[in-house]
Every structure is written in C-alpha cells, then in structure tokens.
C-alpha cells in the first residue's frame, strides 16, 4: 500500500514567490515524516523531520512544514524561494523502521 | 553532524563483472543500514535493510543472489553487484541509522553505476 502520495510530479513557480508543496500519508496513527532534497546526481539532504509535538516543523534553508492529522498532510512551505531552490523533493515516512520515499515533486524556478 | 561516506561516486564496468560499493558510517555506529535504488528522474526504491552481524532482509523483488550485502562492522556495509547488466545501471544510495539520535538517518552522496 502506497505510503506516501506526492500528487505532484513537476512545480514551477517564479523566483521570490511562495512555495507549497504536497504531501499526503497513509500509514499510522502517529507517523514519522519527513522531507528531503535532492539535487542532480546527489545524495539526499534533510530539510526537516516531524515526530511529535508542536504541529508546525521549521526546517533548514528557510523550508517550513505543517502536520495536519485531519487531512493526512505534510505539506512543505516557503515564503520566498531562491533559484537554487531548484531540486526534486521528496516527502518520506517512516514504516517499521525504514524510511520510504513518495515519488517525489521537481521544483522549477523561473527567473 | 552524522555523516555518511558512500565510495565510490561512479563507476563503469563491463557487463559480466562485479561491483562493490561501501557504505561507512563516519562518526557513528550503525547497526542498521539500508541500500536504495534509483532509476532516473524517479524515486528511491528500498532494496534491502542490512544488519551487522546478520544477514540482509531484502525487499520484495529484489534478487538477493544478484545485489549482495554484507554488514560486517558497525560502521561499514557494502554492495555488490554481481555479473552486472546494463539494466542494472542506476543511482545507488545508502543509508544509516543512528541509534543515538531519535530517526537519525543519514544518507551517503550515491553512487552512480554504469554497466556497458
């Protein structure tokens, strides 16, 4: 059973503007969530990580995110995105102990 | 911060031969660690957990005789992929789990096989 939906395979959006990006889950009660950065032909960067707690996870390079349990989300925000925010992302979960990934969004900015 | 060394960055072989590929944990020990695969422009697929001391849990589909793993410290797990074919061409990244820090899992940077 899919874990994680990313419903969205491509994004683009202008430099400066907001960003959103989608994530769903489908796994426990209480899941552990996460999103990741992936630039061509790299390893993967954490940008954040959701356990517990305060519902609303700040994350690195300005990346926030909010765990909303009623619709199953975990949706990645930024105020402002940067050219080099340009990357694929991905939305993770973890499910008895391994970390699986959703397909993943790539992000496209214009200048 | 926890860092992971995934060597080597690339590699082309010829079809027919083997590759290894380490994973070593830097500055932690892992018990745990996992090899994901990844086809171009398309998302990591878990291929297998691997466990010092044990033997792998591969996941389904997965052919174990063909990807073998092999965990033999806490700091170092290694893949290899025998008789290699051109469609086992991919990104391969690996991962470890830091029992220490609460889901403290790190990735290494890939490694990029090309089998011609």
């Known amino acids: 059973a899919q874990s994680v939906t990313q419903p969205d395979i491509h994004i683009t959006v202008s430099e400066g503007a907001s960003l959103e990006l989608r994530c769903n889950y489908s796994?426990?009660?209480?899941?552990?969530l996460f999103w990741y950065v992936q630039s061509p032909g790299q390893g993967l960067q954490l940008l954040l990580k959701?356990?517990?707690?305060?519902?609303l996870v700040q994350g690195i390079k300005g990346f926030e995110a909010e765990f909303k349990r009623s619709q199953s989300s975990f949706n990645l925000r930024k105020p402002s995105v940067h050219w080099s925010d340009a990357a694929e992302y991905f939305c993770?979960?973890?499910?008895?102990?391994?970390?699986?990934f959703g397909k993943g969004t790539r992000l496209h900015i214009l200048p | 911060g926890a860092v992971v060394s995934q060597h080597p960055s690339w590699v082309i072989c010829k079809s027919g031969t083997s590759v290894k590929i380490e994973c070593r944990s830097l500055?932690?020990?892992?018990?745990?660690m996992f090899w994901y695969r990844q086809f171009p422009k398309q998302s990591l697929m878990l291929m297998a957990t691997?466990?010092?001391?044990?033997?792998?849990?591969?996941e389904q589909g997965v052919e174990k005789d063909k990807f073998l793993i092999n965990h033999a410290s806490l700091t170092l797990s290694t893949l290899t992929v025998t008789s290699a074919h051109p469609e086992d061409s991919s990104f391969y990244i690996c991962?470890?789990?830091?029992?220490?820090?609460?889901?403290?899992?790190?990735f290494g940077s890939g490694t990029r096989l090309t089998v011609v």
């Open positions: 991962s470890a789990r830091d029992l220490l820090a609460a889901y403290g899992y790190t």
């Open positions: 691997s466990n010092e001391g044990s033997k792998a849990t591969y």
């Open positions: 993770a979960v973890a499910r008895d102990d391994k970390i699986i």
């Open positions: 500055d932690f020990q892992a018990t745990t």
């Open positions: 959701y356990f517990s707690g305060d519902t």
């Open positions: 796994y426990g009660a209480t899941p552990y």
